[in-house]
């Protein structure tokens, strides 16, 4: 197997393509490298004293893990000396973050949610770092929130890393999606998948079905539509999944398809995962990998953000399913 590194990827993508200029190559590796030295505290766990609770809650009131924090400051120390950011901003940190007077800028914003699905950490399930590179608006300071606030299809790169079996990054600069695995030995990224394709049909959804009471009707609808199985309008059976790890269920659907579904109902009418570092970089991937993204009525990709921490209720994947929900939505608005 020829052994395409992180580095020749993305100098690939600038000589053929125009994309990832040297700043977003190097911001890019920079990340991957803070994700390198997450992965190795998560697989040391115990071990390394970093699991339970950190005592203090981050800007949505939810209680933060230790691993939360020292993510976090794992991923500035990795990327605010970099010369390429104005500024950042992270689930775990309440304000945007402008790099410090002392430190070099750029132009670009690096927008992230350092551990996602830190509530399974502590039982040994799979979690992941998202993120999201954007340009920072002329003459907009990277410490006004305002900023930030620009549509999903303006990023200018996104990925995600899943601290699963094996640690595997998944990253579009916009011409396609792609996967490394992380070779601990040589400390790595490898290229495994080129070109990530999603199915454009699935039998398989994830939802939390213990939220089924306060869902909307399109989404009672589709899920009843699965249940009836082979007896139903659907003519066929459909299987569940839910780690309760976004990165994690996304990582199954790009692989072999499917359907995610986080909704607004009636407990989150805004929808509970956030919009500018779990459901924007995620909708960039899994379009890229040619599958769909819609909030209901909306494509992700296109809504305007109005504050930094926005929720978005989320559907997501195999396109065909995600058509069928949509059409649903439209139909009983
Ligand atoms: P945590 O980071 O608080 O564990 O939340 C993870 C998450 O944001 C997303 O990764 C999951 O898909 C979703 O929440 C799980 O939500 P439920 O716990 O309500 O199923």
Redesign the pocket.
């Known amino acids: 197997m020829s052994r395409v590194t992180l580095t020749q990827y993305l100098v690939e993508q600038q000589r053929a393509k125009g994309l990832a200029p040297a700043d977003v190559r190097q911001l890019i590796e920079d990340v991957g490298r803070a994700c390198k030295g997450i992965a190795s505290a998560i697989n040391k766990g115990a071990l390394a004293g970093v699991l339970g609770g950190a005592g203090t809650d981050n800007v949505q009131g939810?209680a933060q893990k230790k691993l939360d924090v020292i993510s976090n400051d794992m991923i500035v120390a990795a990327t605010e000396w970099g010369g390429y950011l104005a500024g950042m901003a992270s689930e775990e940190m309440d304000n945007a973050l402008p790099i410090p007077a002392h430190l070099p800028k750029g132009e670009y914003l690096l927008v992230y949610d350092p551990l996602?699905?830190?509530?399974?950490i502590d039982v040994n399930v799979s979690v992941g770092t998202i993120f999201s590179v954007l340009r920072c608006p002329q003459g907009v300071s990277a410490a006004d929130e305002k900023a930030y606030l620009q549509p999903g299809k303006q990023q200018i790169a996104a990925g995600f890393v899943v601290y699963g079996p094996a640690t595997i990054m998944v990253l579009t600069v916009g011409n396609g999606a792609t996967a490394f695995t992380l070779d601990r030995d040589a400390g790595d990224w490898i290229q495994t998948t080129e070109k990530i394709e999603i199915p454009a049909d699935t039998k398989e959804f994830a939802i939390?079905t213990s939220n089924s009471r306060n869902w909307t009707a399109p989404i009672k609808r589709y899920i009843d539509e699965c249940l009836a199985g082979t007896k139903g309008p659907r003519g066929k059976d459909f299987n569940m999944r839910?780690v309760?790890?976004?990165?994690a269920?996304v990582f199954r659907i790009i692989s072999r398809g499917g359907i995610f579904m986080?909704p607004a109902d009636a407990k989150y009418a805004e929808g509970?995962?956030r919009l500018l570092y779990?459901a924007n970089p995620m909708s960039f991937i899994v379009e890229q990998a040619g599958g769909a993204a819609i909030n209901g009525p909306q494509r992700i990709l296109d809504v305007q953000p109005g504050k930094l921490h926005q929720r978005q209720g989320v559907i997501l994947g195999s396109k065909n399913e995600v058509a069928l929900v949509g059409k649903y939505y439209a139909e009983m608005k």
């Open positions: 939810e996602d699905g830190s509530s399974n939390n839910w309760a790890s976004m990165v269920d986080y509970r995962l779990e």
